[in-house]
């Protein structure tokens, strides 16, 4: 079984925290990309996980005046 990786970077930049996440997950189409910070939108099947994650996540980040950018490409 292929293992599953999380990898987490963190540094300042011009007086800003930036925190650099990237996963080994099967990607999201472009298509969808903008969707994703929506409450309520997910990528899994029916009934697995509520699509509340990344909606809450950049609502908090956007209280500290923060922001949250994505990039992906499907099978990457």
């Known amino acids: 079984m ?10 300042v ?3 800003r925290v930036v925190v650099d996440i990237e ?3 099967a990607g999201i189409a472009e298509e969808k990309l903008a969707q994703i910070f929506e409450p309520f939108f997910t990528t899994k099947p029916s009934g697995v996980g509520t699509g509340l994650g990344l ?8 209280e500290l005046e923060g922001e949250l950018r994505i ?6």
């Open 2 to 11: 292929e293992g599953n990786e999380i990898r987490v970077v963190t540094a």
């Open 23 to 25: 996963d080994t997950g």
């Open 55 to 62: 909606s809450i996540c950049r609502g908090i980040v956007a």
């Open 71 to 76: 990039t992906s490409q499907v099978g990457r």
């Open 13 to 15: 930049e011009d007086g």
